[in-house]
């Protein structure tokens, strides 16, 4: 079975501050996604990533996947309070379902 | 974009009684969706895969026959919980996979579903 983990689980920050968050698992996938859910909401999906190495940059987010395609992170830049929500990541090998991460719940404080 | 659509948003019943979740792709076709259960501040639970025209394919520890799966179209799937208890008390979203492979899922926007 292949897992995700994310780390932190919590964060709690302040408007205006910066923040990373990460997914990681032993296992090697041909893509990730990260989504965020909102309270109520099914999960909506950010990004996908495919090559390692590969960075794409969605306004103040900054994804990154890592070289050896079994981790990535998620970088907020002036944290905003919209911006709260649980992040999920998510990651998917040819011919099996997507595996999804624990989540991690982020709250910015106005 | 794609859209996946789903009914009812919100539904409470009686103990023993069943409830019928319908999702929808709206402007593509779906050969397979994928139910979800998600409990308060935890992540998604994958609970089967429906496959158009065929039986859906549930995960471990998942009742076939108290949660019902038809996906009699290539746009509707239904997900009916029978004989409906309190602890069946959840959020349930669907998705889909409107490019394939690893683009990325679309979501429903759930349903919460309070057993009472």
């Known amino acids: 079975t292949q897992l995700l983990e994310q780390s932190p689980q919590f964060l709690s920050i302040q408007e205006g501050e910066n923040l990373t968050v990460y997914c990681n698992s032993s296992s090697v996938f041909s893509s990730l996604q990260w989504y965020r859910q909102e309270p109520g909401e099914g999960p909506v999906l950010l990004v996908t990533?495919?090559?390692?190495?590969e960075v794409k940059k969605l306004k103040r987010l900054t994804f990154q996947f890592g070289d050896a395609r079994k981790d990535s992170s998620l970088h907020i830049t002036a944290a905003q309070p919209g911006d709260t929500g649980l992040y999920l990541c998510?990651?998917?090998?040819?011919?099996?379902?997507?595996?999804f991460g624990p989540g991690t719940r982020l709250s910015v404080l106005p | 974009g794609a859209v996946v659509s789903q009914h009812p948003s919100r539904v409470i019943c009686k103990s023993g009684t069943s409830v019928k979740i319908e999702c929808r792709s709206l402007d593509f076709q779906a050969t397979t969706m994928f139910w979800y259960r998600q409990f308060p501040k935890q992540s998604l639970m994958l609970m089967a895969t429906?496959?158009?025209?065929?039986?859906?394919?549930?995960e471990q520890g998942v009742e076939k026959d108290k949660f019902l799966i038809n996906h009699a179209s290539l746009t509707l799937s239904t997900l009916t919980v029978t004989s409906a208890h309190p602890e069946d008390s959840s959020f349930y979203i669907c998705?889909?996979?409107?490019?394939?492979?690893?683009?990325?899922?679309?979501f429903g926007s759930g349903t919460r579903l309070t057993v009472v």
């Open positions: 990533v495919v090559t390692g190495g």
């Open positions: 429906s496959n158009e025209g065929s039986k859906a394919t549930y």
């Open positions: 998510a990651a998917h090998n040819y011919g099996q379902n997507f595996v």
């Open positions: 998705s889909a996979n409107p490019l394939g492979g690893g683009y990325g899922y679309t």
